[in-house]
């Protein structure tokens, strides 16, 4: 595996509860994405971040943020999390080129 | 309608069988083309991708894009045990996003 960790890797939270989802590299590569897995929709980007303090919406940002203070440290925070954000959460890393990314192990999290 | 259709399956084929693996898409813009591999509760891996139109060869594995009909294949030689895994399509327009978008992902068995 690419040098990426997650943590946690599995959390089960009550609804409207704040969570944070951690995402940390040792590849020192520029780009850091995060990305959502449901069953029938794949994998869909919540936010990207393409630099220290630098980071954009994806396709499904609503009820998300992100932090990124570090190369190697970026951050999901689901503010006041709810049922529909239950899933399967990956981040993942790229250099430059778009399509060379590399996905960490991912984090379960349960919103009861 | 989403922008990347895939047939989730399931797919079960014996050993050895070719696999051929399909997506569909509807935007004429995407011109990098890739495939991931899935193994269950671990994050995807870039198998491999192609620019444009073409095709692309990789040992037992073999992708097609055919931008006419809007349609990329993956074909597996020989297949082993070992491929058991869910492959996801995923693209990108050539300049300006960094964003991919995945197809749902077609879940394989193979059967010794």
């Known amino acids: 595996d690419a040098g990426i960790t997650q943590s946690p890797r599995h959390k089960v939270t009550e609804t409207g509860t704040p969570v944070t989802l951690r995402c940390h590299q040792t590849?020192?590569?520029?780009?850091m994405y995060w990305y959502r897995q449901d069953p029938g929709h794949g994998l869909r980007l919540i936010h990207y971040?393409?630099?220290?303090?630098?980071?954009d919406k994806g396709e499904v940002s609503d009820g998300y943020s992100v932090s990124r203070s570090k190369t190697e440290d970026f951050l999901l925070t689901l503010e006041s999390a709810t049922s529909s954000q239950t899933s399967v959460y990956f981040c993942?890393?790229?250099?430059?080129?778009?399509?060379?990314?590399?996905f960490g192990p991912g984090t379960r999290l349960t919103v009861t | 309608q989403k922008e990347v259709e895939q047939d989730p399956g399931p797919l079960s084929v014996p050993e050895g069988a070719i696999v051929s693996l399909n997506c569909t898409y509807s935007?004429?813009?995407?011109?990098?083309f890739m495939w991931y591999r899935q193994y269950s509760r671990k994050g995807p891996e870039l198998l491999m991708y192609?620019?444009?139109?073409g095709n692309k060869e990789d040992g037992r594995f073999t992708a097609q894009v055919d931008k006419s009909s809007k349609y990329i294949s993956l074909f597996i030689r020989d297949s082993q045990p070992s491929d058991s895994a869910t492959y996801l399509c995923?693209?990108?327009?050539?300049?300006?996003?960094?964003?991919?978008?995945f197809g749902q992902g077609t879940r394989l068995t193979i059967n010794p």
């Open positions: 993942a890393i790229s250099r430059d080129t778009l399509y060379e990314q590399y």
């Open positions: 590849e020192n590569h520029r780009y």
């Open positions: 971040s393409y630099g220290v303090k630098d980071t």
């Open positions: 935007n004429s813009a995407f011109q990098y």
């Open positions: 192609t620019y444009s139109s």
């Open positions: 995923a693209m990108s327009v050539i300049q300006g996003a960094q964003k991919l978008v």
